[in-house]
């Protein structure tokens, strides 16, 4: 639902002055998270100590940062030379033996960052090329921990028939 919603996520692991194991406890929930909710990449996990304050300080420091990630706006140009990049690096697929063309990209909203590219063929995009876009995203625009939207639109045809 979180996901869905398009709200940043932190998980905080209250009580951290009773945990014995601490590196294994925060790894071991980073793996869950990874597993359970793969479309947040690098959720934010904050240990604290609500009574003796430790760890504090860092919550507030984690939700600016997640905050900012959610309102990010990313200029048309610098998206366009992402996506140049990154389909060069990995071409987009061809079903049917014809090659899938991204055109362009620009930003549609934020809270949560959204995306339209715009391609010839949008109903023929694989889920896995969407995913390595997405990814991709992430990693150059620094968007971990807020979920992203990415949309396939095409355009019309002007040889198409208009009947």
Request: aromatic share 8%; glycine share 6%; hydrophobic share 35%.
């Amino acid at each position: 639902m979180l996901a869905q919603e398009g709200r940043g996520l932190i998980i905080g692991l209250n009580k951290w002055d009773l945990v014995e194991n601490r590196q294994t406890l925060i790894s071991d929930t980073a793996h869950q998270l990874s597993l359970s909710l793969s479309q947040i990449r690098n959720v934010p996990i904050i240990p604290f100590s609500a009574e003796t304050g430790a760890g504090l300080h860092r919550i507030e420091r984690a939700v600016e940062d997640v905050y900012a990630k959610w309102n990010t706006r990313v200029p048309t140009a610098k998206l366009n030379e992402w996506l140049r990049g990154a389909t060069a690096e990995n071409p987009p697929p061809a079903p049917g033996g014809r090659r899938l063309k991204l055109r362009y990209i620009t930003q549609t909203t934020a809270r949560p960052p959204s995306f339209a590219v715009f391609c010839n063929k949008p109903k023929a995009m694989p889920k896995s090329y969407n995913r390595y876009l997405m990814n991709s995203l992430r990693d150059v625009f620094d968007l971990d921990g807020v979920p992203l939207r990415l949309f396939m639109r095409g355009g019309d045809n002007p040889y198409d028939s208009k009947t």
